[in-house]
């Protein structure tokens, strides 16, 4: 018999902001475990806050950040009174490189404090976010800022994440935090960066706990992996991510299709005796039954919310996506080549959005934000940056191979725009989960909406 001591609902971290705050603050109110996106979260505050900050929102949350010479310098460089003019385009932050700028550093701090203290305002019960371990450069200043916050979970996939744990044991103590980053490269391999909290802020960190770290894997080698190379305790649980899941998947083993091989053992996964929630098409409330039946403490669920009333996402094409899937007209495929990071990521076929060949043949490309980057080493012997979406002459001055560069799209760009955070004319790029069966369920009609509550009343209906 189930007790309860964990929520049965994770609703997952959906990046670019479509897991917002608002989003993960419903979530959590409600009972369940709500997900803050924490992808890149410093372009997301610099283009509110340039926005007008409508309803003061950022500037409430950054009125309780302990160190206000810092909060009030990103505000300072960043908020418009009323919104910057339509025609001006708006600032971004600047692109991450190995030695980041101080204002850079104190704009990701307070992007993390500011909303994860917004998903946790006015309820007391846990928030997570979430991290891509791809997204490397800012890790250890967003988890201060996360922190700082008082963040309850920390949720990472896209990547192998065996220095969270150490990170945040650093960031509690006010020790100097440290981020091991590969280098493509002959003579440099990797590249540390580091944060020193203290000399940075000028006193010690009062952070009240560490956050419980719950690993996205698919599968039971990573799991084993990870409880064998990291010391006792550091792993709260496992979210298990299947290959349906929407957003970025874990290559298939035989490198072309998903087939056995590619689904987790989870009578073997129990064995370990740390609490799981599987995601991945589990959005019904006979899929639940089902988790929870092979030992999952309940299930972790994203396009189900990234449709709903409260998602960050664009209302437009949320709305034209929710009448596509009621329909049964979605078309989903699994991209094996868009993402610069080399993992395959699920998108739907929209027109007007990047996944149309004519879309994606007359962007010009460029590459502004630098989420996924990767470092190399340059002739010089320094560190460069480089992204296979990038213009393709620049990616192959740095290095990269033209075999790199094909079908790859900026899922930067693309995410930003989908999330209504991108001035630029840049188009979509839109992604969701292979089963959306639950609209039916949902919706009344092709063109009704549905809310948080109604999601987690539908999903615990069979509990
Ligand atoms: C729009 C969208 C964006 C996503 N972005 C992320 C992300 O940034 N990080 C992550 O770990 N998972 C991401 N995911 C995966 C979800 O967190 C969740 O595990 C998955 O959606 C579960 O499968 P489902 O969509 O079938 O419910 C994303 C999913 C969607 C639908």
Redesign the pocket.
């Known amino acids: 018999m189930k007790t309860h001591q964990h929520p049965e609902i994770i609703q ?4 670019v902001n ?1 897991s917002s705050y608002v989003l993960a603050n419903r979530v959590s109110s409600l009972g369940q475990l709500g997900t803050l ?1 924490g ?1 890149i979260l410093e372009g997301v505050l610099v283009h509110e806050l340039q926005n007008g900050d409508k309803g003061g929102h950022i500037r409430r949350a950054l009125s309780t950040f302990p160190f206000p010479n810092i909060s009030e310098s990103v505000i300072k460089k960043f908020y418009v009174e009323g919104g910057a003019p339509k025609d001006i385009p708006i600032k971004r932050v600047q692109m991450f490189n190995t030695d980041p700028p101080d204002l850079l550093i104190s704009t990701v701090i307070c992007a993390n404090y500011a909303y994860v203290w917004l998903a946790k305002e006015g309820h007391k019960n846990p928030v997570s976010i ?1 991290y ?1 371990e791809k997204v490397a450069m800012p890790h250890i200043y967003a988890i201060t800022g996360a922190m700082l916050a008082d963040v309850d979970f920390i ?1 990472m ?2 990547g192998i994440p065996l220095q969270i744990p150490e990170v945040m044991n650093s960031i509690f103590e006010s020790k100097v935090a440290q981020y091991r980053i590969p280098v493509i490269g002959t003579s440099i391999t990797s590249f540390t960066m580091t944060f020193d909290t203290q000399k940075f802020f000028g006193e010690k960190l009062n952070i009240k706990k560490i956050p419980k770290f719950i690993p ?1 894997i698919s599968s039971n080698l990573l799991a084993t992996m990870l409880i064998q190379k990291l010391p006792p305790g550091s792993i709260y649980g496992f ?1 298990v ?1 299947e290959p ?5 998947n874990a290559p298939p083993r035989n490198k072309l299709s998903y087939g056995e091989k590619d689904y987790v053992d989870y009578k073997k996964l129990s064995e370990l005796g740390l609490p799981f929630w599987i ?5 019904t409330p006979g899929a639940l039954n089902r988790a929870i039946q092979i030992g999952a403490e309940g299930i ?5 919310f ?1 449709l709903s009333e409260e998602s960050g996402m664009n209302p437009s094409i949320r709305k034209e996506v929710r009448r596509l899937g009621f329909r049964g007209e979605l078309k989903i495929r699994t991209d094996m080549r868009i993402s610069p990071t080399g993992f395959p990521f699920k998108v739907i076929e929209l027109p007007g959005t990047i996944s149309e060949a004519n879309v994606y043949e007359s962007r010009s490309r460029i590459c502004n934000i630098g989420g996924l980057v990767s470092l190399y080493e340059k002739s010089d012997g320094k560190i460069g940056r480089r992204c296979a979406a990038e213009p393709i002459d620049k990616f192959l001055n740095k290095g990269g191979k033209i075999e790199e560069t094909i079908g790859r799209g900026c899922l930067c760009n693309g995410l930003f725009s989908t999330a209504s955070k991108n001035s630029d004319f840049e188009p979509m790029v839109v ?5 959306v069966r639950f609209l039916q369920k949902l919706m009344t009609n092709e063109n009704s909406d549905y809310n948080v509550r109604e999601v987690i009343s539908y999903l615990l209906g069979a509990l």
Not at 244 to 248: D, M
Not at 300 to 304: D, E
Not at 431 to 435: A, V
């Open positions: 997952g971290g959906m990046g479509t996106s992808t979430n891509l949720t996939g896209a996205i979210v991510e349906t899941a929407g957003g970025h995601g991945g098409g589990y959005a972790q669920v994203g396009s189900i990234a992604t969701i989960g292979d089963d």
